[in-house]
């Protein structure tokens, strides 16, 4: 019986830390367009920049909003 149900708390661990991992921002910059936005995922192509400082993440999107508007080239025209 305790087997059985230490078993189950371990299957339910399993797919519940996964699911509970924390999303990252970042905010790119399209080249072309010189357009800023916030990402969840790090871009991998050629096609968007990281422009946060030092490639910063955040760790909310509320916090990456605030972080853009300190981004001198995400406002440059």
Known sequence: ????TLL???IV????VPAAAQTTYYIVQNP?????E????RPVGHTETVVSPDGMMYKTHVEAESAMKTVKICHDE
């Open 1 to 4: 019986m305790k087997a059985s």
């Open 8 to 10: 189950a708390g371990l």
């Open 13 to 16: 661990v399993g797919y519940v």
């Open 32 to 36: 072309s367009t010189r357009h800023c």
């Open 38 to 41: 916030i990402v969840d995922q």
